[in-house]
């Protein structure tokens, strides 16, 4: 056709995010509004990242999704809420008459191409880098700015924490609308580059329980989790916080690896109970207090989300000693070489 037909297009990417201070919970399910705050660190771009192209034309008839090469449903209602709530700031900002911005592509139809670096299945925080990417990207093709991690936690909780780089809170909000209940960044990539984080991969498997699933049943059913929520992530936010900015790797290490077993907790208090860890998981948390313990200091910290894959955070000086304790300890012909898949021991945070 003529270039009017020609489609605008942009590619972004975005990484993943590890949560020290574990999200469960929501308080509202189609807002998705936690019942705590959280706290995460964002990987670098070059590792663990999920790469979004989305191209707008005249001559689309409708919006459309492809996700690792497979056209999925635009339907989906989370989906639709990040379309609809980027197309409505968008129409806000010519509407309060940004001399820069025509209305010419405003009612163009999307093309949405995402793709991930990483194992959908193996449970690696995917839909955070998604939702976060899609969010960015389209915001950019209809020249959307300003404060877009509300948006992004409309698509999956985690997602809005991966809008920032460096060290991330969600504030949990106390609005019912959710207006409040954003992420925030605590310090930037740069405030602590000798941090490091390994993933090891125990399972490639898709996980049991899904996310969104699982806290629901944690909600309705276990009373520690509502203990956790109210009594404990408080003062754990405050802690966390002040260690990051301290720059305090103990105090770091230690409240990341309580908070993870009290999340995992939380799950075996859900009924009927869920188990995301398993025996290798529980070797990887042995092996870590046995190094600590060892050296008189805690130099790891190890954390798992809904799945039984670790994540280890360290400091880069004790990365080599390290990946040969974990080499010694679990050779890769006895874990089919699956164990050391996936190690990004470069750069992070
Ligand atoms: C976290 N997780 O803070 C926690 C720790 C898993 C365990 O955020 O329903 O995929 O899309 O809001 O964001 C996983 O939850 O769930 C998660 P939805 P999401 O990283």
């Given at each position: 056709g003529d270039s009017m037909d020609k489609p605008n297009t942009v590619t972004c990417t975005a990484p993943v995010n590890i949560a020290v201070i574990k999200y469960w919970g929501k308080r509202n399910e189609e807002l998705i509004l936690p019942i705590n705050s959280s706290l995460s660190v964002t990987l670098h771009q070059d590792q663990l990242k999920t790469t979004t192209t989305v191209a707008t034309s005249r001559s689309f008839q409708e919006d459309r999704i492809w996700l690792n090469g497979k056209e999925e449903d635009i339907t989906h209602p989370r989906l639709q809420s990040c379309l609809r709530e980027i197309r409505r700031l968008a129409r806000k900002r010519r509407n309060d008459g940004?001399?820069?911005?025509?209305?010419?592509?405003?009612?163009h139809k999307v093309h949405i191409c995402s793709v991930n670096?990483?194992?959908?299945?193996?449970?690696?925080a995917s839909s955070a880098a998604g939702f976060a990417c899609l969010v960015y990207t389209l915001a950019r093709v209809f020249a959307v700015e300003g404060e877009l991690s509300g948006i992004a936690r409309q698509g999956s909780?985690?997602?809005?924490?991966?809008?920032?780089?460096g060290f991330v809170q969600?504030?949990?909000?106390?609005k019912d609308d959710g207006k409040d209940s954003l992420a925030q960044q605590v310090?930037?990539?740069?405030?602590?580059?000798?941090l490091r984080v390994l993933v090891l991969v125990a399972s490639a498997e898709r996980k049991p329980v899904g996310s969104t699933s699982g806290m629901q049943t944690s909600v309705q059913t276990s009373r520690l989790l509502k203990h956790r929520a109210e009594s404990v992530v408080p003062g754990r936010m405050v802690e966390m916080i002040e260690a990051v900015q301290r720059k305090d790797f103990a105090a770091f290490a230690e409240l990341t690896m309580k908070d993870s077993n009290q999340f995992h907790a939380t799950c075996l208090d859900t009924y009927p109970p869920i188990f995301y860890l398993n025996s290798v998981s529980q070797q990887v948390i042995k092996l870590v207090h046995r190094y600590n313990r060892h050296y008189g200091e805690t130099r790891l910290a190890y954390t798992f989300d809904a799945g039984p894959n670790a994540v280890i955070y360290t400091l880069q000086q004790h990365v080599p000693e390290f990946v040969q304790a974990v080499q010694h300890f679990f050779p890769p012909e006895t874990n089919g070489g699956q164990f050391l898949k996936g190690l990004p021991v470069d750069g992070v945070a």
């Open positions: 940004d001399p820069a911005l025509d209305s010419k592509g405003l009612s670096d990483f194992p959908t299945a193996a449970g690696l909780g985690s997602a809005c924490r991966s809008m920032y780089g969600w504030i949990m909000g106390q310090a930037p990539e740069t405030h602590w580059p000798e």
